[in-house]
């Protein structure tokens, strides 16, 4: 059973970091890339980040770009990502989501997801 | 503002039928398959459609997508209070090299 376990949420004070985690089990962890994935309190979804299988590729959404930092252990079936200089408009549940094919065009798992709060 | 556009919100009887758009450009839409997500409330978002019209296994068939040109759109037939939800369109966008999402359309089933 494909599992995808996120963890490292919290309260963090604006220009703050924090590093959350996703860890992944039931399938070959270093197949497939990976995305973070946020959704505001009350808003729809905005994709973050995504990472290739082996790390060789990587890609931001323009929000995000600079701030943060994707990375993947395929050893340890984790995916990562850094977050620098929060705002306050970077408070929201973030989920970590497999990429169905490779192609960026389906999501078939998503985790349930921890939520970031950016507030003084 | 999102790159692909949906309506808010759509709502029919149990039993009806509903159609979600999802219009996009060339670069997304118009160039690569599309998805469809159900996001109950208070859950994550559940993939329902990929690669257009296709269903993941589990995915009842009252559930379909279809696309043409640089729209697509999401069926769903038979409605059940429990289609109540908030559902999104997505696809990889190339000119952005990233992927792109719907605003999201609220379902109520009246």
């Known amino acids: 059973e494909v599992q995808l376990v996120e963890s490292g949420g919290g309260l963090v004070e604006p220009g703050g970091s924090l590093r959350l985690s996703c860890a992944a089990s039931?399938?070959?962890?270093?197949?497939?890339?990976m995305n973070w994935v946020r959704q505001a309190p009350g808003k729809g979804l905005e994709w973050v980040s995504s990472?290739?299988?082996?790390?060789?590729?990587?890609y931001y959404a323009d929000s995000v770009k600079g701030r943060f930092t994707i990375s993947r252990d395929n050893a340890k079936n984790s995916l990562y990502v850094q977050m620098n200089s929060l705002r306050a408009e970077d408070t929201a549940v973030y989920y970590c989501?497999?990429?169905?094919?490779?192609?960026?065009?389906?999501?078939?798992?998503w985790g349930r997801g921890t939520l970031v709060t950016v507030s003084s | 503002q999102s790159v692909l556009t949906q309506p808010p919100s759509v709502s029919a009887a149990p039993g009806q039928k509903v159609t979600i758009s999802c219009s996009g450009s060339?670069?997304?839409?118009?160039?690569?398959?599309v998805s469809w997500y159900q996001q109950l409330p208070g859950t994550a978002p559940k993939l329902l459609i990929y690669?257009?019209?296709k269903r993941p296994s589990g995915i009842p068939d009252r559930f379909s997508g279809s696309k043409s040109g640089t729209s697509a759109t999401l069926g769903i037939t038979g409605l059940q209070t429990g289609d109540e939800a908030d559902y999104y369109c997505?696809?990889?966008?190339?000119?952005?090299?990233?992927?792109?999402f719907g605003g999201g359309t609220k379902l109520t089933v009246l």
């Open positions: 990472i290739g299988g082996s790390g060789a590729y990587i």
């Open positions: 690669d257009n019209n």
């Open positions: 997505g696809t990889w966008d190339s000119r952005l090299s990233g992927v792109v």
């Open positions: 989501v497999r990429d169905k094919d490779n192609t960026g065009t389906s999501h078939d798992y």
């Open positions: 039931g399938f070959i962890f270093s197949g497939y890339n």
């Open positions: 060339s670069s997304n839409i118009g160039n690569n398959y």
